[in-house]
T-cell receptor
Framework: AQTVTQSQPEMSVQEAETVTLSCTYD???????LFWYKQPPSRQMILVIR??????QNATENRFSVNFQKAAKSFSLKISDSQLGDAAMYFC?????????????FGKGTKLTVNP | AAGVIQSPRHLIKEKRETATLKCYPI?????VYWYQQGPGQDPQFLIS???????DKGSIPDRFSAQQFSDYHSELNMSSLELGDSALYFC???????????????FGPGTRLTVL
């Protein structure tokens, strides 16, 4: 079974600075998807960014980018120019590409605090 | 853009009662997933449906059942409620993964269930 590990329960960053959230995963599959979801105090789960394992190019969405290291099974999220609205719990998630196994497997989350 | 709709948003039940949670996926989405998120925990997969058939099953108690209807909405039925069932229940929807860009799971706002 796949597992996802987020080793940083909490992180903090100053407004306008950059922060990187770590995520590692364990799988025997060669093709899969990885996601970062954001959960603000409202508890809504919001997709931040996704990465297909077969793509070597790291995904980017505005101020959010990932560093995907397939051999190391690492998938970190970098937030640039941090804003107060970025404060939330961030979950890393894995999704298999095998039919009938499309569920998301989440890490325990990292709580990000943004200081003004 | 239309999002996933869940009802009710909040539900309070007594132990041993039953509860029904409803999920209306994004229009044209044919796959529905249910997740349970306990306090301070990551979301855990319960069950999923594709084209009204169960497609995957996670750690869903036997007291829970679910189905997807012809209009693709889904209902999660929970019987003999226990205190430990108090959680946030998310529904997510996606298009069957025919291509890498259509299968991202989009989450509803969740139903907060409190069992007293």
């Amino acid at each position: 079974a796949q597992t996802v590990t987020q080793s940083q329960p909490e992180m903090s960053v100053q407004e306008a600075e950059t922060v990187t959230l770590s995520c590692t995963y364990d799988t025997s599959e060669s093709d899969y998807y990885l996601f970062w979801y954001k959960q603000p105090p409202s508890r809504q789960m919001i997709l931040v960014i996704r990465q297909e394992a077969y793509k070597q190019q790291n995904a980017t969405e505005n101020r959010f980018s990932v560093n995907f290291q397939k051999a190391a099974k690492s998938f970190s999220l970098k937030i640039s120019d941090s804003q107060l609205g970025d404060a939330a719990m961030y979950f890393c998630a894995y999704r298999s590409t095998q039919g009938g196994s499309e569920k998301l497997v989440f890490g325990k989350g990292t709580k990000l605090t943004v200081n003004p | 853009a239309a999002g996933v709709i869940q009802s009710p948003r909040h539900l309070i039940k007594e132990k041993r009662e039953t509860a029904t949670l409803k999920c209306y996926p994004i229009p044209r989405h044919d796959t529905v997933y249910w997740y349970q998120q306990g306090p301070g925990q990551d979301p855990q997969f319960l069950i999923s449906f594709y084209e009204k058939m169960q497609s995957d099953k996670g750690s869903i108690p036997d007291r829970f059942s679910a189905q997807q209807f012809s209009d693709y909405h889904s209902e999660l039925n929970m019987s003999s409620l226990e205190l430990g069932d108090s959680a946030l229940y998310f529904c997510a929807s996606s298009l069957f993964p025919e291509s890498p860009f259509t299968d991202t799971q989009y989450f509803g706002p969740g139903t907060r269930l409190t069992v007293l």
